[in-house]
């Protein structure tokens, strides 16, 4: 069993940024890869950006944020996420995803977001 726990969430400003970080009781290379999500309030959870950990760490991006966030680990535990430019439309609670070489998932409680003025 993997826990893992996402913190750096709050309120930001149009234009601001923020680093959410996603940290794992196991080194993060017991997953294939690992991912953040985001749900915002009266939609599905949608995929954000994924990092594949054993792949030399190669990513993928949603349109909506490509060029604007950016996923990358420390290599040891902990998966980060850098939003700059935030917009309102991407408020939502973040979570960050861990799948297994086995495509088991594991996910965090998830940590909120808010851009507004």
């Known amino acids: 069993q993997v826990q893992l726990a996402e913190s750096g969430g709050g309120l930001v400003q149009p234009g601001g940024s923020l680093r959410l970080s996603c940290a794992a009781d196991?080194?993060?290379?017991?997953?294939?890869?690992m991912a953040w999500y985001r749900q915002a309030p009266g939609k599905q959870r949608e995929w954000v950006s994924t990092i594949y950990v054993t792949n030399g760490g190669s990513t993928n991006y949603a349109d909506s944020v490509k060029g604007r966030f950016t996923i990358s680990t420390d290599n040891a535990e902990t998966l980060y996420l850098q939003m700059a430019s935030l917009k309102p439309e991407d408020t939502a609670v973040y979570y960050c995803?861990?799948?297994?070489?086995?495509?088991?998932?594991?996910w965090g409680q998830g940590t909120q977001v808010t851009v507004s003025l």
């Open positions: 196991k080194t993060i290379f017991i997953f294939k890869s």
């Open positions: 995803k861990g799948e297994s070489r086995l495509g088991r998932n594991y």
